[in-house]
């Protein structure tokens, strides 16, 4: 996917802004503060129709105004046009369009314009508690198909709705009903996330190799209640549980992914170089993914290159998605001339921005 031309209006601190951009490697640089992290997360913003940051839309809005909007024109890997307008209003609320005409729902517009993001912010990923890595599962796998999307707001409204329940009666005839729609949701979604992280695994370690030169190993394992027994089961196991807590205990909503490095947990014995690295391979590999799958290339956001990797790890990045297997790729840096001096080692072309209190030039 090739995004041609971004037009920003009133998004965080961009009053006005139209770049165009270029379909290889565009690289954003200036100081603290200037805006870059908010022109990606502009762009992330028209894939996933929200903010990569945990952030609501109306803190998107930008200080003192009303609405926010942003228009992307795109050219898929094939050749045809797409053109996607998103606006935000205080007042009204979002709209999504694709070539003029409005989404009926949201979720259907995930996944036509495939994106994968490489943050400082992806180390909650690591320190964070479980839902942060259910939360990044979700994103990933909402892109290759949307039925999985469906099963997870299906699941999340069953499961309030019978904890609701057990906040207030013990009705087993409601529970039943209750978790007959949470094992079809939660079956679902089992098997895509096994599936996945089965995918995932053998990626991540090759471009973790790839990375740090084959110095450490690194696993990723899908960790679930629903690996040992069937949602139906599981549920009626702990139903007394369940009952007295006045929640629901058990489920796919307490699944983790669990990442180590060299055979131990990568939150406590990984360093901060390590960390990234991992995290780095782990967004590689949700893009191959996400490529062979949807036969699109996503739109690729590196924020923050330089962010706790050291000079050869960066250039090894550099190489790794400067090649066939990537194409368009934002860059952030904060420094101009390390910037240019490590793409330029690696060879080919980029395109580069300057950003400054808010203006993009290039
Ligand atoms: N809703 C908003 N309205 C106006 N300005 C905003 C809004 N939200 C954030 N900002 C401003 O955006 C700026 C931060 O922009 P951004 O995070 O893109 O910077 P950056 O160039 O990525 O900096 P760094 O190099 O530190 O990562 C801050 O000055 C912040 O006050
Ligand atoms: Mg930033």
């Known amino acids: 996917m090739y995004l041609r031309k971004i037009t920003i209006l009133n998004f965080k601190n961009l009053a006005e802004e139209s770049i165009e951009l270029a379909e290889g490697i565009n690289c954003f640089v200036g100081d603290n503060g200037a805006g870059k992290t908010n022109v990606l997360d502009a762009v992330y913003y028209l894939s996933m129709s929200k903010s990569a940051l945990t952030m609501t839309d109306g ?172 949602m139906p089961e599981l549920l009626r196991a702990s139903r007394e549980k369940d009952i007295v807590n006045q929640f629901t205990t058990a489920g796919i909503h307490r699944d983790d992914l669990v990442l180590r490095i060299g055979g131990y947990p990568l939150r406590k014995y990984g360093s901060q170089g390590q960390q990234k690295s991992f995290l780095v391979a782990l967004k590689l590999a949700q893009y191959t993914i996400v490529a062979e799958e949807c036969g699109e290339r996503p739109v690729l956001l590196l924020d923050d290159l330089f962010d706790k ?25 904060c420094n101009k001339v390390r910037l240019q001096s490590v793409l330029e080692k690696a060879g080919g072309d980029y395109s580069l921005f300057a950003v400054e209190n808010g203006r993009v030039v290039r």
Do not use: W
């Open 309 to 333: 990797l050291d000079m050869g790890r960066v250039e090894q990045l550099i190489r790794l998605v400067a090649g066939e297997r990537f194409g368009q790729i934002f860059i952030t840096d």
């Open 59 to 230: 803190q998107s809005v930008r200080h003192g105004e009303e609405f926010f909007m942003l228009d992307g024109s795109y050219r898929t890997d094939d050749g045809h046009a797409e053109s996607v307008v998103c606006s935000f209003s205080r007042r009204s609320g979002k709209v999504l369009k694709r070539n003029g005409k409005e989404y009926e729902r949201m979720s259907d517009h995930v996944g036509l314009i495939p994106v994968v993001i490489v943050s400082p912010a992806d180390t909650a990923l690591i320190s964070d508690a479980a839902d942060e890595r259910r939360r990044y599962l979700n994103a990933f796998i909402s892109q290759l198909d949307r039925n999985y999307l469906r099963a997870v707001m299906r699941y999340n409204a069953v499961l309030a709705e019978r904890n609701r329940l057990l906040k207030m009666t013990s009705d087993e005839t409601m529970l039943e009903i209750y978790d007959a729609q949470l094992a079809e949701h939660g079956a679902v979604i089992h098997d895509f996330r096994r599936r996945t992280a089965e995918r995932l695994q053998p990626v991540v370690a090759e471009y973790y190799g790839a990375l740090s030169g084959d110095r450490e190993t690194v696993e990723l394992v899908y960790r679930s209640e629903l690996n040992e027994r069937p």
